[in-house]
Nanobody
Framework: QVVLEEAGGGLVQAGGSLRLSCTAS????????MGWFRQAPGKEREFVAT????????YYAESVKGRFAISRDNAETTVYLQMNNLKVEDTAVYHC???????????????????WGRGTWVTVSS
């Protein structure tokens, strides 16, 4: 059982930066691939970024490549999403999620994840 909690969301102007964090209030992140997903109002949840549990390979959605960076600390307690050059279209609730899988095709999909955080809002103003 892993209980995930996100933090770091807020209101920022376009072009600004935020860093989201995801910690396990119960359990550990060790052995899990960790992903970030987002859901904007009226839209489906979409993949943002993920980091593989074994070789720490990183994958990103095309819409955030070059602007966002996912990382995890060596203690396996926290996963981060550094978001730079934010755009209005990045506005959404951001969720972190944990997957027992490492295969690329699985961890790019919502269905590959077992544990989900409640999310943190990111609002980007123009």
């Amino acid at each position: 059982q892993v209980v995930l909690e996100e933090a770091g969301g807020g209101l920022v102007q376009a072009g600004g930066s935020l860093r989201l964090s995801c910690t396990a209030s119960e359990g550990t992140l060790s052995g899990y691939s960790m992903g970030w997903f987002r859901q904007a109002p009226g839209k489906e949840r979409e993949f943002v970024a993920t980091i593989n549990w074994s070789d720490r390979e990183e994958y990103y959605a095309e819409s955030v490549k070059g602007r966002f960076a996912i990382s995890r600390d060596n203690a396996e307690t926290t996963v981060y999403l550094q978001m730079n050059n934010l755009k209005v279209e990045d506005t959404a609730v951001y969720h972190c999620a944990a997957s027992v899988w490492g295969e690329r095709d699985i961890i790019l999909s919502n269905s590959g994840y077992t544990y989900w955080g409640r999310g943190t809002w990111v609002t980007v103003s123009s």
